[in-house]
């Protein structure tokens, strides 16, 4: 498996950085990147800096670091640059073109989990960790001044593909929402559902909805506040919020590491307190002991249970209460018997769980990576050698895909979804492999 893993990342790999698949996605995408940063750093480790850099190429002058960078051009991709329209926004980076809206953001604690690996100790890495802790605290400032309009400590995304897992059903009621009569129908420009099977990739409408927000970001001329006005969508996302805090963690210790001014250390630390805060505050449903995101523009829960709803134990935010409540739910609704692979996306008793339509109940790697890392952090070791053996499990039976069905009874080298030799899934399995260590 560590030699087919170390063949995925050679094989995606681009003179700079790596493509997450060549067959479905033929660009650089954010998170992607620094999931596959850290897979480098194992077997390749003079390309993880560079996989690191080229992303942050595409970073806007504003500090959001777009989910796409194209940096060459490929034809078997919609939308590419021509369809996000972003070369007329005053402050989108020089040289290279990218689409419109972000992710994720992981990095910070990337940087931190590579710094404890052998290649943190070069002094290469100490002098990228200078170099890119700038572009880390603009990366987070942007998100705290341009998407946290009501001073919360928690930030909205602009559109599902933001959120990293991008079919959810938590977005259904707001895509549903969006006025489709002078929407244009994408359907022949898709290329996914034509390289992998249609039942495993979002729906044409979905897809529809998608771009209809792409093209009003467009009229919006990609001004947050303008978007904030006019977008029937503004989700509070667990996911996306809980990896924002276990950034701030990081990035708070990387500033201290690294001397930064008192000034910046401060504003850190005020992310830190108010976001961790928030989201217990806002996100957790103490009657039914899970965490839920929030829709902004309708004011209320969106009570669907999905894995993203696990993702504060990786925040280090859950007390011991919350913690056995979220592995309660592990271990019933999200897998009814002990055979079912660990972690679905949605839990198996919601009305929309899907086992083969991509963040509808299929199991992602970097999800289950997160989840292992919250599950030790909280103690909960049995249940975080599970979700670590059960993905090593299907990943060595079925090959590295980008998700995976998750229904016991099946022959578990058929358990393979979307598209094969998928990067991230090589680079956590690397990780997952090679370092004990929690996180
Ligand atoms: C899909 C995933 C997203 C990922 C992208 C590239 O859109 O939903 O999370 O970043 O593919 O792999």
């Given at each position: 498996?560590?030699?087919?893993?170390?063949?995925t990342l050679?094989?995606n790999?681009?003179?700079?950085y790596t493509l997450p698949s060549p067959r479905l996605y033929p660009f650089q995408w954010n998170w992607d990147a620094?999931f596959i940063?850290?897979?480098?750093?194992?077997?390749?480790?003079?390309?993880?800096?560079?996989?690191?850099?080229?992303?942050?190429?595409?970073?806007?002058?504003?500090?959001?670091?777009?989910?796409i960078?194209?940096?060459?051009?490929?034809?078997?991709y919609?939308?590419?640059?021509?369809?996000?329209?972003?070369?007329?926004?005053?402050?989108?980076?020089?040289?290279?073109?990218?689409?419109?809206?972000?992710?994720?953001?992981?990095?910070?604690?990337?940087?931190?989990?590579?710094?404890?690996?052998?290649?943190?100790?070069?002094?290469?890495?100490?002098?990228?960790?200078?170099?890119?802790?700038?572009?880390?605290?603009?990366?987070?400032?942007?998100?705290?001044?341009?998407?946290?309009?009501?001073?919360?400590?928690?930030?909205?995304?602009?559109?599902?593909?933001?959120?990293?897992?991008?079919?959810?059903?938590?977005?259904?009621?707001?895509?549903?929402?969006?006025?489709?009569?002078?929407?244009?129908?994408?359907?022949?420009?898709?290329?996914?559902?034509?390289?992998?099977?249609?039942?495993?990739?979002?729906?044409?409408?979905?897809?529809?909805?998608?771009?209809?927000?792409?093209?009003?970001?467009?009229?919006?001329?990609?001004?947050?506040?303008?978007?904030?006005?006019?977008?029937?969508?503004?989700?509070?996302?667990?996911?996306?919020?809980?990896?924002?805090?276990?950034?701030?963690?990081?990035?708070?210790?990387?500033?201290?590491?690294?001397?930064?001014?008192?000034?910046?250390?401060?504003?850190?630390?005020?992310?830190?307190?108010?976001?961790?805060?928030?989201?217990?505050?806002?996100?957790?449903?103490?009657?039914?002991?899970?965490?839920?995101?929030?829709?902004?523009?309708?004011?209320?829960?969106?009570?669907?249970?999905?894995?993203?709803?696990?993702?504060?134990?990786?925040?280090?935010?859950?007390?011991?209460?919350?913690?056995?409540?979220?592995?309660?739910?592990?271990?019933?609704?999200?897998?009814?018997?002990?055979?079912?692979?660990?972690?679905?996306?949605?839990?198996?008793?919601?009305?929309?769980?899907?086992?083969?339509?991509?963040?509808?109940?299929?199991?992602?790697?970097n999800?289950?990576?997160?989840?292992?890392?919250?599950?030790?952090?909280?103690?909960?070791?049995?249940?975080?050698?599970?979700?670590?053996?059960?993905?090593?499990?299907?990943?060595?039976?079925?090959?590295?895909?980008e998700?995976?069905?998750?229904?016991?009874?099946?022959?578990?080298?058929?358990?393979?979804?979307g598209t094969?030799e998928f990067s991230w899934s090589a680079a956590?399995?690397?990780?997952?492999?090679?370092?004990?260590?929690?996180?």
């Amino acid at each position: 498996m560590f030699a087919a893993a170390t063949a995925t990342l050679d094989r995606n790999w681009r003179d700079g950085y790596t493509l997450p698949s060549p067959r479905l996605y033929p660009f650089q995408w954010n998170w992607d990147a620094g999931f596959i940063a850290l897979g480098l750093a194992y077997v390749r480790p003079e390309r993880a800096i560079s996989e690191l850099r080229s992303v942050f190429r595409g970073q806007w002058r504003n500090g959001m670091v777009p989910h796409i960078v194209f940096h060459r051009p490929a034809d078997n991709y919609f939308p590419g640059p021509d369809a996000w329209g972003t070369d007329q926004v005053p402050w989108r980076p020089a040289g290279v073109r990218t689409s419109g809206i972000t992710q994720p953001p992981v990095f910070a604690f990337i940087v931190e989990r590579i710094s404890s690996l052998p290649l943190g100790r070069t002094s290469e890495w100490e002098a990228f960790r200078r170099e890119i802790f700038p572009s880390l605290v603009a990366q987070h400032r942007h998100l705290y001044r341009n998407r946290d309009p009501l001073g919360e400590g928690l930030v909205y995304i602009q559109h599902n593909w933001e959120a990293g897992t991008d079919n959810s059903p938590v977005y259904d009621a707001a895509l549903e929402a969006i006025d489709l009569t002078r929407a244009r129908d994408v359907s022949g420009l898709r290329r996914d559902n034509q390289t992998v099977a249609a039942a495993h990739r979002p729906t044409d409408v979905n897809y529809r909805r998608c771009l209809a927000l792409v093209d009003l970001f467009n009229a919006c001329g990609y001004r947050d506040a303008e978007i904030a006005e006019r977008s029937p969508f503004l989700i509070q996302d667990v996911l996306f919020n809980a990896v924002l805090a276990r950034s701030n963690l990081a990035l708070l210790s990387l500033a201290r590491d690294l001397n930064a001014d008192a000034a910046t250390v401060g504003e850190i630390e005020g992310w830190c307190e108010k976001t961790s805060a928030a989201i217990n505050r806002k996100f957790w449903d103490a009657e039914r002991g899970f965490y839920f995101p929030y829709d902004l523009r309708a004011d209320r829960r969106i009570e669907i249970k999905t894995s993203s709803g696990f993702m504060p134990l990786f925040a280090r935010v859950c007390d011991d209460a919350q913690q056995r409540a979220l592995a309660r739910h592990l271990t019933s609704s999200f897998a009814p018997s002990a055979d079912w692979l660990l972690c679905p996306s949605v839990a198996t008793d919601e009305p929309t769980f899907d086992p083969v339509r991509y963040w509808r109940g299929p199991v992602w790697v970097n999800v289950n990576w997160m989840l292992h890392h919250g599950l030790r952090q909280a103690g909960l070791d049995d249940l975080a050698e599970r979700v670590r053996s059960d993905t090593l499990r299907v990943l060595g039976a079925a090959g590295r895909w980008e998700y995976f069905d998750p229904r016991p009874g099946i022959d578990p080298s058929a358990l393979g979804l979307g598209t094969d030799e998928f990067s991230w899934s090589a680079a956590l399995a690397l990780d997952f492999q090679r370092n004990p260590d929690a996180f």
